[in-house]
């Protein structure tokens, strides 16, 4: 079955006993992630797919940590670093991890600790469960359909970690978190990927909101800020793959907010023959930019 679907099979059990799963695997990853990070400067660079993007060693460390513990559940994982697995081998997939083990990874070797570990579980190619952790920040976010969105912080990286389901829940508060409406609206846009049209873009809003503040922001943390409510508006206009988003996505829209592609406001799909994204923005639950 690949056609897109809201009905889900998995029970309430079963995501009880995913989502530490989850967690677990995305802390074990940023364990992984942050101690190369730390000594980020002793490793060399690799680059695939025409120096479109780099691969690091970190990259490598989070994808097998994801691998290990996400692999104890046999659901199979379809991931940046195996972005070459043939559609026809996933194309009827009912239940699948869609993962990126480092997201930012411009932001990891740049130092300013802009970066993510994505893991989304793909039912029918909607997305049911995700997590965002940013590991330097020590946050977590994460999601069920049609229960909401989390975060819990204070969750240091840790290649042991082994949180239980009550353990996650009780620190977790629910977003968006309480918050008035800016006075102006704050657009988040890329640190590392943005074009012409992402600033003629900015422009045409300035136009109609001319108190308009931008930001920059690498790595899917934007959706978070975008749930939290930290910020209103996202766009992008340069290349995402399916893992970049779908974790994030889910994380939003249980709170209310949105992600449209651009320019006809169709809502994304998943597990496509081709993984690239089209262009897109996101609008927060109480964002005044229409």
Excluded at 123 to 151: D, W
Excluded at 267 to 290: G, H, S, T
Aim: proline share 4%; with cysteine; glycine share 6%.
């Amino acid at each position: 079955m690949n056609t897109n679907t809201t009905e889900t099979m998995l029970s309430d059990e079963i995501k009880r006993y995913l989502l530490p799963q989850t967690l677990n695997a995305a802390v074990r990853a940023g364990a992984a992630v942050m101690q190369i990070y730390e000594h980020r400067d002793d490793y060399d660079l690799s680059q695939y797919a025409g120096n479109f993007r780099s691969i690091t060693a970190a990259d490598r460390a989070a994808h097998d940590a994801l691998k290990r513990a996400l692999g104890q559940t046999r659901i199979p994982i379809l991931s940046e670093d195996g972005r070459e697995m043939h559609y026809e081998e996933r194309r009827n997939w009912e239940l699948f991890w869609l993962v990126d083990p480092l997201d930012g990874t411009r932001e990891f070797i740049n130092g300013n600790n802009e970066f993510t570990i994505n893991i989304a579980l793909m039912e029918n190619n909607i997305c049911v469960a995700s997590v965002v952790y940013v590991p330097y920040l020590h946050k977590i976010y994460f999601a069920n359909k049609g229960y909401g969105s989390y975060v819990r912080e204070d969750v240091a990286p840790d290649a042991a970690a082994n949180y239980t389901y009550e353990e996650i829940r009780q620190g977790a508060r629910r977003l968006p978190l309480p918050t008035q409406r800016h006075d102006h609206p704050i657009v988040a846009i890329s640190r590392s990927h943005n074009t012409p049209e992402t600033y003629a873009h900015i422009d045409a809003l300035r136009k109609r909101y001319p108190t308009l503040e931008v930001i920059e922001q690498g790595s899917s943390y934007k959706f978070c800020l975008l749930a939290e409510g930290a910020v209103d508006y996202y766009v992008r206009t340069t290349h995402t793959y399916e893992w970049d988003t779908a974790a994030g996505e889910l994380i939003l829209s249980e709170t209310g907010g949105r992600l449209e592609a651009l320019p006809d406001g169709a809502p994304f799909r998943y597990n496509k023959r081709d993984l690239q994204n089209p262009w897109f923005v996101c609008r927060a639950y109480n964002c005044a930019i229409e």
